[in-house]
């Protein structure tokens, strides 16, 4: 039996009112700070039960915080223990709260359950729990209840709120990471409880596991030279005076991400290459004429996701899409087959628009002179 479990069960002192499928979860997600001198928050005290089960279980070192906007409440204040009287979806009150105790480490909501305070709390505290902290909301079955402002799929619930944030929590793999994404590891569904676990990224955490993928069918079949490669790269945005000549500038525009993201990619960095694809796909948004770009644009976003878009939109091009189309893929073919490094390098810097040395650029030219072919 778990050490809340049996807490729960032989609890002869104060109430403690918890759903029995609840500890485990608590366990999970709690048992890394006992024994740590952390501020634990519990919004909503009730009958004082849990503030003393939270003071056992997390330790002497702990400071339990309880919320609750009854007066009454101040009487299961009692050393390690301290409760605060406020509305929970008050900013003012909570950064009081902050300013007396130091930011929470952990955050339980079981508050008023109220859909507009829960979503308010969240808002405005996230952010504060500590770099390591949990953040956790129970009683999440409060979110289909009319009663309390829920509903199925009603929005302004807070389930509908977190089922938003799993966008946000894989914002750098489309390009439009924000702060939520930099500072949480995990969001955690359960029976009525939603878990955050929160944690600072430093750098990029894919590079180290990339995977180069296969080439898609869609590529040409043979053998191609690498001096192709060369005209595909140009193609793609090298020539910069073909650019400005261009009648859609932005399209242009988005080849110049588009073509980065590539080299970026070819480098091992994916969060780079990501935040290029988003950027492209900002600029080709709206754009009829921009089809095989954004053909090329969820190609690359495939190796993040799947390719069932990049599927639905091939079957809708016509033979000049998917001429350019193909032109586009060869490049993108050709650049994941056993090229030495040395070239790779070369090319990527091609790819950036980078001018390459004169050693570089002889190396290649006696490697294609040699005869050398890249098959697909």
């Known amino acids: 039996m ?97 300013d007396k105790y130091g930011v929470p480490d952990v955050v339980l909501d079981d508050g008023s359950h109220e859909m507009a305070h829960v979503c308010a709390t969240f808002e405005f505290l996230y952010d504060k729990v500590s770099k390591n902290g949990v953040y956790m909301v129970e009683d999440m079955h409060t979110s289909y209840w009319p009663v309390y402002g829920g509903g199925l799929k009603k929005e302004g619930t807070f389930i509908e709120l977190c089922k938003s944030l799993i966008d946000l929590l894989n914002a750098r793999h489309y390009g439009m990471p924000g702060r939520f ?36 069918s869609l590529a040409v079949s043979g053998e191609i030279n690498l001096d192709r490669i060369i005209r595909v790269l140009e193609m793609l945005g090298a020539n910069i005076d073909q650019m400005d000549a261009a009648k ?59 390719g069932h878009i990049f599927e639905e939109r091939l079957a809708r091009m016509d033979d000049g899409q998917r001429h350019t189309l193909e032109q586009m893929l060869w490049f993108t073919a050709m650049i994941f087959d056993e090229i030495p490094k040395q070239y790779l390098e070369t090319l990527s810097h091609i790819a950036k628009g980078m001018e390459i040395t004169e050693d570089e650029s002889a190396q290649l030219d006696e490697y294609m002179d040699n005869g050398h072919t890249i098959a697909t």
């Not at 009112?17 to 001198?37: A, D, G, M, T």
């Not at 009525?192 to 990029?204: E, L, M, R, T, Y």
């Open 181 to 216: 994404t930099e500072t949480t590891f995990s969001v955690c569904f359960y029976d009525s409880i939603v878990a955050f676990d929160k944690k600072q990224w430093h750098g990029n955490t894919f590079k180290s596991i990339m995977i180069p993928p296969e080439p898609i």
């Open 2 to 98: 778990s050490m809340l479990y049996h807490d729960f069960w032989t609890n002869d002192k104060k109430t403690v009112h918890k759903h029995l499928h609840y500890f485990p979860v608590y366990e999970r997600h709690f048992s890394k700070f006992i024994n740590q001198s952390i501020v634990f928050w519990e919004i909503g005290v009730n009958k004082g039960g849990s503030l003393q089960m939270w003071k056992r279980f997390f330790g002497p070192f702990a400071q339990i915080v309880g919320i609750d906007i009854e007066p009454e409440c101040k009487v299961h204040e009692e050393d390690q223990v301290v409760v605060c009287i406020g509305d929970q979806s008050d900013p003012i009150f909570l950064q009081e709260v902050i």
């Open 248 to 306: 859609d500038k932005e399209s242009c525009q988005a080849e110049i991400y588009l073509k980065t993201g590539l080299a970026y990619y070819i480098q091992g960095d994916c969060l780079s290459a990501a935040d290029c694809l988003g950027k492209a796909r900002k600029d080709l948004d709206g754009k009829e004429d921009a089809t095989p770009l954004l053909m090329m644009h969820d190609y690359w976003r495939g190796f993040f996701a799947d």
